[in-house]
């Protein structure tokens, strides 16, 4: 692989490494990747996360810093904690990210054609640019923004059961959390209106995903139709299911196949409003929270990927 003269130019980028990544196997990938890059004539200065949240605050220093190319090694959560930081301040700022998968999930790059470290790797040398939107959500607290989806219901509850459980397993991890979260179906209601509709959507459902693209949990189909950089939101809610229902209809999920399923709804919003009476887990990028949520709008184009 060699660097391009116009990346050679460019000085030092800045690496925020996630070494606890794919459950602690994330430092030795990010040191091979590194490597190679450096050896592709690239001046990387890494820095490492030491707790949760802390890759939000170092993308949030090294903007503030005047970087615009930083290279980004670790999984969704990392990539989401990331775009947290950089935004709103670096909207449309001319900001590019070099994402490296070397976590567990590594959903959103697959939106961009990467299936591994070795693609990243080629896609940052090459130096093409690809959009990518953001979503700003406000919530009763403050607001933060994602790259990736933003799911409540069933994704959220397995999501928590896995960070609480089944981490370290990686995909089988979260297999073993839908199991466990089944066990427990429910159908809540998620009173929203899309686009300043006067009308609210209060039915019951079995889950509900804002993705700005394709995949989630790694390969994961959430949104087949998904573009990440054509303004819009595809917003998919699946009906009440069973619990047998839900478990025929998980792995289709993998090849985006539960769009056949009656339960199944797809449109496109630019902006969401929401009348929670309080809080609720949200997935996030890869993680979850307790969010009020108030409102999701799409940010176009607001950082670049190197793909």
């Known amino acids: 692989m060699n660097a391009t003269r116009h990346e050679r130019e460019q000085g030092v980028w800045t690496a925020i490494v996630n070494p606890a990544a794919g ?89 961009f054609g990467v299936r591994g470290v070795d693609d990243a790797l080629r896609g940052i040398l090459a130096g093409g640019r690809r959009p990518l939107d953001a979503v700003r959500a406000t919530h009763r607290d403050g607001e933060l923004h994602f790259v990736n989806l933003l799911a409540i219901g069933f994704p959220a509850k397995a999501g928590a059961i896995t960070n609480a459980r089944f981490k370290p397993l990686g995909a089988l991890g979260y297999a073993l959390a839908v199991a466990v979260a089944t066990a427990s179906l429910d159908h809540p209601a998620f009173p929203h209106a899309l686009d ?33 950089g054509d303004g819009a939101l595809d917003v998919v809610r699946m009906g009440p299911l069973g619990r047998g229902e839900l478990l025929r209809a998980f792995p ?17 919003a630019r902006r969401v409003d929401f009348a929670l009476a309080g809080p609720v887990d949200a997935m996030v990028d890869g993680e979850v929270y307790p969010l009020h949520l108030e409102s999701l709008e799409v940010r176009p184009r607001a950082l670049e990927v190197l793909a």
């Open 252 to 268: 289709r999920i993998f090849r985006g196949e539960h769009a056949r399923l009656a339960a199944y709804e797809h449109t496109r």
């Open 23 to 111: 459950g602690g196997r994330g430092a030795a990938r990010a040191r091979e990747a590194l490597f190679a890059l450096r050896e592709a004539g690239l001046r990387v200065a890494a820095v490492e996360t030491r707790r949760p949240g802390h890759a939000r605050d170092l993308a949030r220093e090294a903007f503030h810093a005047g970087a615009r190319r930083l290279l980004v090694l670790g999984g969704d959560g990392t990539f989401g904690e990331v775009s947290t930081g950089l935004l709103p301040a670096a909207e449309g700022a001319g900001v590019a990210l070099g994402l490296v998968p070397t976590g567990t999930g590594n959903s959103l790059l697959r939106d």
């Open 196 to 228: 300043g509709a006067a009308a609210r959507d209060a039915r019951p459902t079995t889950f509900i995903s804002f993705s700005n693209s394709r995949f989630t949990g790694g390969a994961m189909m959430m949104a087949p139709d998904a573009d990440p």
